[in-house]
């Protein structure tokens, strides 16, 4: 029977949704997992999104099945993606995760794998605090939290600016959103999906 790894995430100018990629790619390496992504609803009106600039660019990932809380019931693993909104996840995200209390009164999500990772606009933006503030919404559904472990060398790199945190991968955005998740993070990214799968599989056996 395979491994159901779910990546779940929330991306305004698709840096996180880029990343969300990258951690599909690495927990699809890992052999009979079936891994799936999906996004969480939009709460923002379309006006906002148009004078934020973000509509043109959340239309790259609109294919992305939008998931339901009870869905997550059916992973044994959940990767969430959640860009950064002073320090903590994005409002979307929180939105979402304030909808699984019946997942919680049924203990739908105990022993189920948890990572996080994440994007801020600046070098020193919160990435820390978003991911390990998540992490206490993921205790309270008794899920085992995994970050990224330092066997992932590039978590050691000081040869450039860039994300990465022993809690979970994340990007930088710049302050205008230019800035793209470079490869270095892309590549963390998909260890850390890779490395949530292979914890996931082991427990499930």
């Known amino acids: 029977m395979s491994t159901k790894i779910y990546v779940v995430f929330y991306s305004l100018y698709s840096h996180v949704y880029q990343m ?34 973000a509509k043109e660019t959340r239309e790259s ?14 992973a044994d693993a959940i990767i969430f993606g ?12 929180r939105n979402f995760l304030d909808q699984t209390g019946g997942l919680w009164m049924k203990g739908g999500l105990i022993g189920k794998v948890g990572s996080v ?9 919160g990435q820390e605090t978003t991911i390990t503030s998540f992490h206490t919404t993921l205790l309270h559904h008794g899920m085992v939290i995994v970050g990224v472990p330092y066997s992932e060398q590039r978590l050691m790199n000081m040869d450039e600016i860039t994300g990465g945190t022993p809690y979970g991968a994340s990007t930088l955005a710049g302050g205008d959103g230019s800035r793209q998740p470079s490869e270095n993070e892309l590549e963390i990214a998909k260890f850390q999906g890779r490395h949530v799968a292979e914890i996931a599989q082991k427990l499930k056996n």
């Open 82 to 93: 959640t860009p950064t909104r002073f320090g903590n996840m994005a409002a979307q995200m």
């Open 117 to 125: 990772f994440t994007s801020t606009g600046t070098q020193h933006g």
């Open 61 to 74: 990932f609109s294919h992305v099945t939008i998931i339901t809380p009870e869905q997550l019931a059916d």
């Open 20 to 53: 969300a990629e990258a951690v599909v790619k690495g927990a699809k390496e890992v052999k009979d997992t079936e891994v799936c992504l999906f996004q969480v609803p939009e709460l923002m009106p379309d006006d906002a999104l148009e004078k934020s600039g």
